[in-house]
C-alpha cells in the first residue's frame, strides 16, 4: 500500500493560530470559516488532522495549558508559599500582557460569552480553573503542614479568594488594564498572605 500523501502544513503551526483565535475569541466566537483561514487549510484538512472543532479546542486547551499557563503549576514547585504565589501572579501578568498574546486568559474568556450550544466547553473550562485552584489549594495546605503559613491560614478559603484575584486580572487585562495596574493587583494579593 502506498504511503500517503505527507500534510502540507504544520500541525503545531496550525494549532497555535487555532490557539490564539480561540483565545481572542471564545469558543462560540471563533467560526470553523476564521479556523481555517488562520490555520491555513481547508475544512476536510482539519477534520482529518484535528477532528471536530470540539476536539480542536480539547487540543487547544492541552496546548495552552503546556506552554502559556504552564506558569501555574511551575510557581507551586517554588519551595515557599509565598514564593509560589508571588510567581504564580507574576507568571499570570507575564501572561496577560504579553505582546504576542491576546488579552486576558483562555480560561476565563474563553467560555463567558458561550450559548447553550458550547455548554460541554464551558463546563471543560470550568472544571480546569476548579483543578488549577485545588492545585494552590494543595500546595497551601502543604505550606502548613510544613509551618510555612501558620495553622489560622485556612488553604481552601485562601486559595479561593487568590484564584478569583487571578480569574479577574485576566479580565481587567482584557478590558485594557496595563502591565503596571496588574502587577500592583498582584502586589496586593501576596499581601493577603498570613503571616
Request: proline share 7%; charged share 20%.
Amino acid at each position: 500500500m502506498p504511503p500517503g500523501r505527507p500534510r502540507a502544513f504544520d500541525p503545531d503551526v496550525a494549532l497555535d493560530a487555532a490557539m490564539l483565535l480561540f483565545w481572542r475569541h471564545g469558543y462560540e466566537g471563533t467560526s470553523l470559516a476564521a479556523l481555517t483561514a488562520a490555520m491555513n487549510i481547508n475544512t476536510p484538512s482539519l477534520y482529518a488532522a484535528f477532528g471536530t472543532k470540539d476536539q480542536l479546542f480539547q487540543k487547544v486547551l492541552e496546548r495552552y495549558l503546556q506552554n502559556p499557563a504552564s506558569y501555574l503549576p511551575n510557581a507551586l514547585k517554588e519551595p515557599t508559599a509565598r514564593k509560589a504565589v508571588q510567581k504564580l501572579f507574576d507568571g499570570a501578568v507575564h501572561m496577560v500582557a504579553h505582546a504576542r498574546h491576546p488579552d486576558g486568559c483562555l480560561l476565563v474568556q474563553g467560555a463567558l460569552a458561550a450559548g447553550p450550544a458550547a455548554a460541554a466547553v464551558r463546563q471543560q473550562l470550568a472544571d480546569t480553573r476548579r483543578r488549577a485552584q485545588l492545585a494552590l489549594q494543595r500546595r497551601l495546605e502543604r505550606a502548613v503542614t510544613e509551618r510555612d503559613l501558620p495553622p489560622h491560614a485556612h488553604p481552601q478559603k485562601l486559595a479561593r479568594f487568590l484564584i478569583t484575584i487571578l480569574w479577574g486580572m485576566s479580565v481587567q487585562a482584557a478590558g485594557g488594564a496595563s502591565r503596571r495596574e496588574l502587577d500592583e493587583i498582584a502586589a496586593m494579593a501576596l499581601e493577603s498572605l498570613p503571616n
